[in-house]
């Protein structure tokens, strides 16, 4: 999970000129990271009921608490309903 959340906010910059950013985020390593995570947190937070799991959601208060980043917020963009109907907090 560490190695996971190293490569997601050495990868994480702002940007916000990106023509495809969720094309861009899953063809680097950081964004590819962050789909990992992100899934892996929703698969905890089905199989148990508690919610999603401290690592991810300290990642995404990281990511959505800093300057905008495209990409970042395209792959948070792209499980943002499931995300939510998982942990609605």
């Known amino acids: 999970m560490d190695w996971l959340r190293i490569l997601i906010t050495s990868w994480s910059t702002p940007r916000l000129d990106t023509s495809s950013p969720l094309g861009a985020a899953t063809a680097a390593p950081g964004g590819s990271a962050l789909l990992s ?52 907090g």
Do not use: K, N, S, W
């Open 37 to 88: 995570l992100t899934a892996r947190g929703l698969q905890h937070a089905v199989r148990t009921g508690e919610g999603m799991p401290e690592q991810l959601t300290t990642v995404l208060e990281e990511l959505l608490g800093a300057e905008p980043d495209d990409q970042a917020l395209a792959v948070i963009g792209f499980g943002l309903g499931q995300l939510h109907h998982c942990d609605p």
